[in-house]
């Protein structure tokens, strides 16, 4: 068979990263362990919320199969790995005195990482709020502010002798829609996420200060997921309805973070909750952009709905994924240049995969030629950004393994490597071979 070919590269930089992501809740199993406290998926997945009722309890044991994984990111080349604490692991209450044996695994995964040439980019939020945080009102809670600066001096004096990159949280915009007004778990009311907004961008720049004040040259950004909104028809209601959620997806968060103010369009009915002091608390200096990016979102007007917007059907004949996302290398183009406008950062990938429902054949090895064709085009899109003056210098591929996938559960799969759930068997994919072939490739010009 012939070598799938690789993109092209010549316009990133020489300096450029490339890396793997992945998250805690998402991998680590081991969740009744070593005095972890329980987390807001762990009740969720308890509730019966998770596609086939899959649990966080064992995911990929990455717990206590970190230096396999480590091992395996060695093979790939990698300079870089992305990954997150569980607060839950560290301070089991979310708040209080920390937990010994939680901070000593992640000890142990920056050592072997270390150990291993590869650089830690640890991300203090992905999702997994410790739940009796939850109890006392998450983020809906101003407090929260106060809870997630204790939590991040503790990151930062624990491991800020080996650590220096650091990202605040994973995609704000994401856990807050879907917590408040899109998602199962809905809380709904516009004041909530309103609320919840504006206390995450609080603790983002609290964050920040503390990295700041602890970790001397720490590198440090927030993570945002970034994609087009766009209208489901030509009607004006619906493209009323995309620049909406538009606002909400892509800025509500990195405007306030990095231009010091909310868009015009949601920022009265966060007033409310801005006391004097807060825009600048939240406006901190950060080293750069993080990107996540997968494919464009559609959106069509729905009044009945708590925002006035809904998924909207994707136009007749875009090519999807296996789990029916949008393949859309050019939106990936277009998305780095419109950060790179508006926000004027270096900007690192740390996301960007291919969702499908890989299987081994019958010699046990998985061909998933299709995330290939995919990893190929939007890194050349990538290149192109580049090519045009988008700054950017890292990408990393989400993910490493296939891993629990929130709502979705163990169905659907990113990982370059094929976890079996059963034995815990990690096999890389073909995907695998060709992005080790690409770094090795890049690295030796
Ligand atoms: O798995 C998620 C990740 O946790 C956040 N970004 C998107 C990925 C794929 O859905």
Same mark, same amino acid.
């Given at each position: 068979?012939?070598?799938?070919?690789?993109?092209?590269?010549?316009?990133? #930089?020489?300096?450029?990263?490339?890396?793997?992501?992945?998250?805690?809740?998402?991998?680590?199993?081991?969740?009744?362990?070593?005095?972890?406290?329980?987390?807001?998926?762990?009740?969720?997945?308890?509730?019966?919320?998770?596609?086939?009722?899959?649990?966080?309890?064992?995911?990929?044991?990455?717990?206590?199969?970190?230096?396999?994984?480590?091992?395996?990111?060695?093979?790939?080349?990698?300079?870089?790995?992305?990954?997150?604490?569980?607060?839950?692991?560290?301070?089991? %209450?979310?708040?209080?005195?920390? +937990?010994?044996?939680?901070?000593?695994?992640?000890? #142990?995964?920056?050592?072997?990482?270390?150990?291993?040439?590869?650089?830690?980019?640890?991300?203090?939020?992905?999702?997994?709020?410790? %739940?009796?945080?939850?109890?006392?009102?998450?983020?809906? +809670?101003?407090?929260?502010?106060?809870?997630?600066?204790?939590?991040?001096?503790?990151?930062?004096?624990?491991?800020?002798?080996?650590?220096?990159?650091?990202?605040?949280?994973?995609?704000?915009?994401?856990?807050?829609?879907?917590?408040?007004?899109?998602?199962?778990?809905?809380?709904?009311?516009?004041?909530?996420?309103?609320?919840?907004?504006?206390?995450?961008?609080?603790?983002?720049?609290?964050?920040?200060?503390?990295?700041? /004040?602890?970790?001397?040259?720490?590198?440090?950004?927030?993570?945002?997921?970034?994609?087009?909104?766009?209208?489901?028809?030509?009607?004006?209601?619906?493209?009323?309805?995309?620049?909406?959620?538009?606002?909400?997806?892509?800025?509500?968060?990195?405007?306030?973070?990095?231009?010091?103010?909310?868009?015009?369009?949601?920022?009265?009915?966060?007033?409310?909750?801005? %006391?004097? =002091?807060?825009?600048?608390?939240?406006?901190?200096?950060?080293?750069?952009?993080?990107?996540?990016?997968?494919?464009?979102?559609?959106?069509?007007?729905?009044?009945?709905?708590?925002?006035?917007?809904?998924?909207?059907?994707?136009?007749?004949?875009?090519?999807?994924?296996?789990?029916?996302?949008?393949?859309?290398?050019?939106?990936?183009? /277009?998305?780095?240049?419109?950060?790179?406008?508006?926000? =004027?950062?270096?900007?690192?990938?740390?996301?960007? =995969?291919?969702?499908?429902?890989?299987?081994?054949? /019958?010699?046990?090895?998985?061909?998933?030629?299709?995330?290939?064709?995919?990893?190929?085009?939007?890194?050349?899109?990538?290149?192109?950004?580049?090519?045009?003056?988008?700054?950017?210098?890292?990408?990393?591929?989400?993910?490493?393994?296939?891993?629990?996938?929130?709502?979705?559960?163990?169905?659907?799969?990113? =990982?370059?490597?094929?976890?079996?759930?059963?034995?815990?068997?990690?096999?890389?994919?073909?995907?695998?071979?060709?992005?080790?072939?690409?770094?090795?490739?890049?690295?030796?010009?």
């Amino acid at each position: 068979m012939r070598a799938p070919e690789l993109p092209p590269t010549a316009s990133l #930089r020489p300096d450029f990263i490339w890396g793997v992501s992945t998250s805690a809740f998402q991998i680590e199993g081991a969740t009744k362990e070593d005095g972890r406290g329980r987390s807001i998926w762990d009740v969720y997945c308890q509730n019966g919320e998770v596609k086939n009722h899959d649990t966080g309890d064992v995911a990929c044991d990455h717990y206590h199969r970190y230096r396999e994984d480590v091992a395996l990111m060695k093979r790939l080349g990698v300079q870089a790995y992305r990954f997150s604490v569980a607060w839950p692991r560290v301070l089991p %209450q979310g708040q209080g005195s920390a +937990n010994e044996p939680g901070l000593a695994f992640y000890d #142990r995964l920056i050592d072997e990482l270390l150990a291993s040439g590869i650089e830690p980019w640890l991300c203090l939020y992905h999702w997994d709020l410790p %739940q009796a945080l939850e109890d006392l009102g998450g983020w809906m +809670n101003r407090e929260s502010v106060a809870w997630f600066a204790h939590y991040a001096k503790l990151i930062s004096t624990r491991f800020g002798d080996r650590v220096r990159r650091f990202a605040t949280f994973n995609e704000p915009s994401i856990f807050s829609l879907f917590g408040h007004s899109l998602g199962k778990r809905d809380r709904s009311s516009e004041d909530n996420l309103h609320r919840t907004i504006h206390h995450v961008n609080l603790a983002h720049g609290a964050g920040v200060d503390v990295l700041r /004040e602890e970790v001397p040259g720490a590198s440090i950004g927030c993570i945002h997921n970034c994609q087009p909104c766009w209208p489901s028809s030509g009607s004006e209601a619906d493209a009323a309805a995309a620049a909406r959620l538009d606002t909400y997806w892509n800025n509500a968060f990195p405007d306030p973070q990095c231009r010091g103010k909310y868009p015009s369009l949601i920022g009265p009915a966060i007033e409310p909750h801005i %006391q004097p =002091g807060d825009m600048a608390r939240i406006c901190r200096p950060v080293d750069w952009f993080g990107l996540n990016h997968y494919s464009p979102v559609y959106v069509k007007a729905q009044a009945t709905s708590m925002l006035g917007f809904e998924f909207g059907e994707k136009p007749a004949g875009v090519p999807l994924t296996p789990i029916g996302w949008p393949i859309n290398p050019d939106a990936f183009r /277009e998305t780095l240049r419109i950060v790179h406008e508006r926000y =004027g950062l270096p900007i690192y990938v740390l996301e960007n =995969g291919y969702g499908s429902f890989d299987k081994p054949d /019958e010699a046990g090895a998985v061909i998933d030629a299709e995330r290939i064709e995919f990893l190929r085009a939007y890194i050349a899109a990538m290149n192109a950004a580049a090519r045009s003056g988008v700054d950017v210098r890292g990408y990393f591929i989400w993910s490493l393994l296939d891993n629990f996938e929130w709502e979705s559960g163990y169905s659907n799969r990113f =990982g370059l490597t094929y976890v079996d759930y059963l034995s815990l068997q990690r096999i890389p994919k073909s995907s695998f071979r060709w992005y080790a072939d690409l770094i090795k490739t890049v690295r030796r010009r």
